[in-house]
């Protein structure tokens, strides 16, 4: 009966905490302030204090394994060479969904690939998947896909007609910010299916797809709005555009104003009025 009772107060704890998921080692929170399924009112059961956590805590980026650099070389080389056998986006789907050198994919429920038009003009790059992402197993369908779907919309771009995916197929814990070594093992999945489209314009939502696609010194901040290179093969270079990332915009709206002119940027550009 006692253990019957610690249970009980544990998980209500733990939903008292904000606590969502259970699939992992470690547990997640729920991040975000609002929209969650459990109450976040405080169990009417009577127990010791739980400690505070704050709401919006995030995670920290684990302790690094201990995995030697010759390892991690290893592992992002093969990924490099796994990428390069790839001849579609259908091949390239398949091999990142069998690749298990990314600790990642070990608390995601499901690999998370890029979605739209193989023949897109337009690619945009997000950062990874969040919580309804890794339950539905497609990019920028929660929240933050709504409202990109929107700002699409505002410069009559379809997102049907575009290809949208993440510098990560596996949803960090709790959301948290990937580490280096994660982006590094993840990016040749990003570049071999930007090779594989050809896109002519590339749009990096966040400072994430920023750094990790293009070598600039600078922050999303100074760097939004303005037309950089990446360079796809020999034959072919997009054109580059980076603006904030939807969730930003969702915690910080006074910021949309930046962003609406960075999308009829890339609209006069598409349509060879700039
Ligand atoms: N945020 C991202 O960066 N990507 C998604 O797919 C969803 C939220």
Known sequence: MDKQINIKET????????????????????TSSENTHFSLSQPTTAHTPAPVIEK????????????SLAAFDNIAKNARELCSKASSLEELKDLVQKFDGCNLKKTAANTVFGDGS??????????????????????????????????LAAININRADCYITNVLPWRPPGNRTPT???????????????ELIKPDFLL??????????????DSISRTRGKWLEYVIDEQKTAQVLATYHPSYLLRSPSQKAKVWSDLLRLQKKMNNDE
């Open 118 to 151: 193989s023949q897109a003009r337009v690619l945009l790059i997000g950062e990874a998947p969040g919580a309804d992402e890794d339950r539905i197993g497609s990019p920028f369908v929660g929240k933050c896909g709504k409202l990109l779907d929107k700002m």
């Open 180 to 194: 280096d070594e994660e982006i590094a093992i993840c990016l040749p999945f990003l570049k071999r299916q930007i």
């Open 11 to 30: 998980l209500d704890w733990y939903i008292w905490a904000g606590v969502v998921e259970t699939c992992a080692d470690e547990v997640c929170l729920n």
């Open 204 to 217: 990096l939502l966040g400072g994430i797809a920023l750094k990790s696609l293009l070598d600039v010194p």
């Open 56 to 67: 919006n805590h995030i995670p920290s980026a684990p302790v690094r394994a201990n995995v």
